[in-house]
């Protein structure tokens, strides 16, 4: 009997000292942060990729349709979404390219061989930068 009245004060002790068996705030922040994975659901529907900078602050979630290697063409719907303002910084869809980050703050869209524009200079692509939020056009020498 006093090993019991010993033991149970020692356990709630225990209990209400280890951090690992209380509620925290990251149950809220996880929950919040799942307003991408929704967002994508949305715009781009099942089996999204998702990509995330280096610091984690904006993700990039895209969808590639015909992405077989046989694919005469690749569809790519993409959108950057900041993780601490939960929004949707940018958001395109393109034909044959490729997107991936460059930087933390930069998103590449890079156009893939083959198409040309009616000027005849080729667009490369663009970069896309998270935090002036400008556009800036990849032009070939």
């Known amino acids: 009997m006093m090993n019991r009245v010993i033991i149970f004060p020692i356990l709630l002790i225990i209990f209400y000292a280890n951090p690992a068996c209380k509620t925290s705030g990251t149950a809220v922040n996880y929950q919040s942060n799942e307003k991408y994975r929704i967002t994508a659901q949305s715009k781009l529907g099942d089996h999204a990729e998702f990509l995330f900078n280096q610091d984690s602050s904006f993700v990039l979630c895209m969808k590639t349709l015909n992405a077989e290697k046989n694919a005469q063409v690749n569809s790519v719907s993409f959108f950057i979404f900041d993780l601490k303002e939960q929004i949707v910084v940018f958001e395109d869809a393109l034909a044959n390219v490729s997107v991936e980050w460059k ?8 156009k893939i061989p083959g198409t040309v524009k009616k000027d005849n200079q080729e667009l490369k692509g663009y970069i896309f930068d998270v935090k002036s939020k ?4 990849i032009q070939s020498n």
């Open 103 to 110: 930087s933390n703050e930069q998103v590449q869209v890079t």
């Open 134 to 137: 400008k556009k800036i056009d």
